[in-house]
Nanobody, 122 residues
Framework: QVQLVESGGGLVQAGGSLRLSCAASGNIFSINAMGWYRQAPGKQRELVATITSGSSTNYADSVKGRFTISRDNAKNTVYLQMNSLKPEDTAVYYC????????????????WGQGTKVTVSS
């Protein structure tokens, strides 16, 4: 089992920035990728960004150029730097972990964090 603990959500004005963190513990040798999904009210959970153990990254088109995913392997922690935030970025953000081949598919994600809420006011 892998445990994921997120932090860093909050309320920010449009155009502002936030950084989310997700620390992994437990059987971390079973995973080789981590990432972030988000779920807005009334919508399905959607992929935001992923990063592999080799630091290969992937982003949703809606966040490209504004969000940056990174990782600190020594701390087993992944970060999501969110800049130029928009009201449509408002959602609960979930940390995800699993295998690089399956983490882009919501139903196949191995492990989820508890979620952290991000609210962007206009």
């Amino acid at each position: 089992q892998v445990q994921l603990v997120e932090s860093g959500g909050g309320l920010v004005q449009a155009g502002g920035s936030l950084r989310l963190s997700c620390a992994a513990s437990g059987n971390i040798f079973s995973i080789n990728a981590m990432g972030w999904y988000r779920q807005a009210p009334g919508k399905q959970r959607e992929l935001v960004a992923t990063i592999t153990s080799g630091s290969s990254t992937n982003y949703a088109d809606s966040v490209k150029g504004r969000f940056t995913i990174s990782r600190d392997n020594a701390k087993n922690t992944v970060y999501l730097q969110m800049n130029s935030l928009k009201p449509e970025d408002t959602a609960v953000y979930y940390c995800a972990a699993g295998r690089s081949s399956t983490i882009p598919f919501r139903a196949l994600v191995g492990y989820w964090g508890q979620g952290t809420k991000v609210t962007v006011s206009s």
